[in-house]
């Protein structure tokens, strides 16, 4: 299942405490990246003593300071030994000076990889998950190098965007979908690209992804299987036959949608985690946004945040304190008495988020 498997074992560092960067950030990452930090403070001796580190982020922050990601916070996150980011409020219109914090922080720390693990909770804990999904997003490149221009002409002006699409960076994210799908059951992964259309770059993406068996050492990745589908297509399928899907891997856009659309399909992106993840550093974050209509009210989801508490932590190589995170989480969702009104519930997050700390 898309929850228990770790990214790769990162155990072999042996720590006293464990030092965790918290980003709140914007709008309801106020209120959810504290219920993350509580369900990690109740693991108890499964983890190292956790060391948190408050940090400032985020589109508020830029309105107040000018930054909206500071230097400092950036320095003091090379310091820590995960992180986890809440939710950023990035304006529709162009905003001179300001500039998204976590695409940034994705850049900077060269977090490349995007995995968010789409999972349904069945009634009965011995039933198949209808949905048991991961999409695995590649995180630096695409139209999110941000790199756009308007040109003005006799008819108007024209706007264009830059679309980057690598080979290293498209054979890394590859090879992490191809170890992800080595440790699920049905060991498959499905290229997601518009090739069709965009042939040079959708083109060498597709290509490099394929390459990854054929350039590894021993067959390591003779026994997965490799699928491709047309984004468009894929949508479409993803809504009508979730269950053909076991690892997708997908160029940074596409990747954004496919995992927010996902996110339908197991009731609301309030209960859909993620990391960010690098060779060296991890950093979870829900998959929601800041959610501004909301904000203040109390009622934000806090289950993707401690879902992304816990995929940091298994990804860190703690997966027993990972373990009990997600089955009590689990239990909280099957119970059903105790939910935010994104679910149909009436709770508030902190009767959420203390359903699930008891649990633990």
Known sequence: MAFRIPLRSMATVARHSLNIGLIPADGIGQEVIPAARLAIEALGSDIPKPRFVDLLAGFEHFARSGEALPDDTVHALQECDCALFGAVSSPSKKVTGYSSPIVALRKKLDLYANVRPVLSVSANPEEKPAVDLVVVRENTECLYVKQEF????????????????????????????????????????????????????????????????????????????IEEQIVDSAVYRLFREPHIYDVMVAPNLYGDILSDAAAALVGSLGVVPSVNAGDSFVMGEPVHGSAPDI?????????????????????????????????????????????????????????????????I
Do not use: C, W
């Open 150 to 225: 308007i040109t003005p002409t006799e008819h108007g002006r024209e706007a264009r965007a830059t679309r980057l699409i690598t080979e290293r960076a498209s054979r890394r994210i590859g090879k992490m979908a191809f170890e992800l799908a080595l440790a699920r059951a049905r060991k498959q992964v499905t290229i997601i690209h518009k090739a069709n259309v965009l042939s040079v770059t959708d083109g060498l993406f597709r290509e490099s992804v394929r390459a990854v068996p054929r350039l590894a050492e021993d067959g390591r990745y003779d026994g997965v299987k």
């Open 295 to 359: 904000a203040g009210m109390h009622v934000a989801n806090p289950l993707a945040a401690i879902r992304s508490a816990a995929l940091m932590l298994r990804h860190l190589g703690y997966g027993a304190g990972a373990d009990r995170i997600e089955r009590a989480v689990d239990a909280v969702l099957r119970d059903g008495s105790v939910l935010t009104p994104d679910l149909g519930g009436r709770s508030s997050t902190d009767e959420v988020t203390e359903a699930v700390v008891r649990r």
